[in-house]
């Protein structure tokens, strides 16, 4: 059995950070250790809007040195890190990590860079972006970003695909083992499909799945996506079966998601698909 070691947001109600990551990853067989950096009542862009808070600073650290204390840190596999309350809690992640590999020298780092997009209601803390960029990027195994995610961490503005698979590269270039843009948007290869690009030494990828025509956009996508990918790797599967599972998995939660009119995530519903993904698009290797 793998462990990962999970530091992101929690909502008490709905799928988003932790609530989105925690249980599929532990369907697909991983022992989960989730650490909060907030705790709010939902996820941010509900128009009633949201109560909680962050995490204080020193909380991550303290939790850490709980679970070095009762020396189970050689154990953890892994540790993803999404959404940061503060950029404080950053600095206390790295901590975390550099505890994790001395522990075990195996143990992967998975970088969700969550930055935020104001436009749809997702607001990061100041600091936050600026550490992904300058401190999280140089340490990460595997980064995880969207479309403008991968922009500000390459300062660059992405409109192709071709320029979406140079900034990507960059990426591996300044040690990034593996990374995967989780959504194309405006770059993609075709209009009106939901892709995704990944990036590794050995070549590119390009997969898709359909879009569906929601009411309005779930949220949690991102984290879902992050932490298939992260649990299928640990399940040993190599990093193109696991781009092909962890995207038919996230296809079968949004047709769930959609034929049931809902605005949270059906992770319940469609958890099967977790374990047992029904494979209908396969990752093309791009030239």
């Not at 009633?48 to 850490?64: F, K, N, R």
């Not at 860079?113 to 140089?138: D, N, S, W, Y």
């Not at 605005?263 to 494979?279: D, H, K, M, N």
Request: glycine share 8%.
């Amino acid at each position: 059995m793998k462990r990962i070691l999970s530091i992101q947001s929690h909502v008490v109600f709905g799928c988003a950070g932790n609530s989105a990551a925690v249980f599929p990853m532990r369907r697909l067989g991983m022992e989960v250790w989730p650490i909060n950096t907030v705790q709010f009542s939902n996820h941010t862009q509900y128009e009633a809007g949201w109560q909680g808070m962050a995490m204080p600073a020193g909380h991550i650290a303290a939790l850490c040195q709980g679970l070095c204390n009762i020396e189970v840190l050689a154990r953890c596999d892994a540790v993803l890190s999404g959404y940061l309350g503060s950029a404080e809690q950053g600095d206390e992640i790295l901590a975390v990590v550099a505890a994790v590999k001395r522990a075990n020298p195996a143990a992967l780092y998975f970088c969700d860079p969550v930055m935020g997009h104001p436009e749809k209601g997702c607001i990061v803390a100041p600091g936050v972006t600026r550490f992904l960029t300058e401190q999280a990027l140089p340490v990460a195994d595997i980064m995880a970003p969207n479309l403008l995610e991968l922009e500000t961490l390459c300062d660059v503005h992405l409109t192709t695909l071709a320029q979406t698979r140079v900034a990507a590269r960059q990426l591996l270039e300044k040690g990034v083992k593996m990374v995967l843009v989780k959504h194309l948007g405006r770059a993609a290869s075709v209009p009106g499909r939901f892709e995704m690009l990944l990036a590794t030494p050995e070549g590119d990828y390009l997969i898709a799945r359909p879009l569906y025509d929601f009411a309005r956009q779930p949220v949690g996508v991102g984290d879902l996506i992050s932490a298939l990918m992260l649990a299928n790797l640990q399940a040993g599967y190599d990093g193109v079966s696991a781009f092909e599972r962890t995207n038919a998995a996230v296809d079968a939660v949004l047709r769930q998601t959609w034929e049931a009119n809902a605005y949270e995530l059906q992770l319940i519903t469609a958890q099967s698909a977790f374990a047992e993904p029904q494979i209908a698009h396969r990752a093309e290797r791009l030239a």
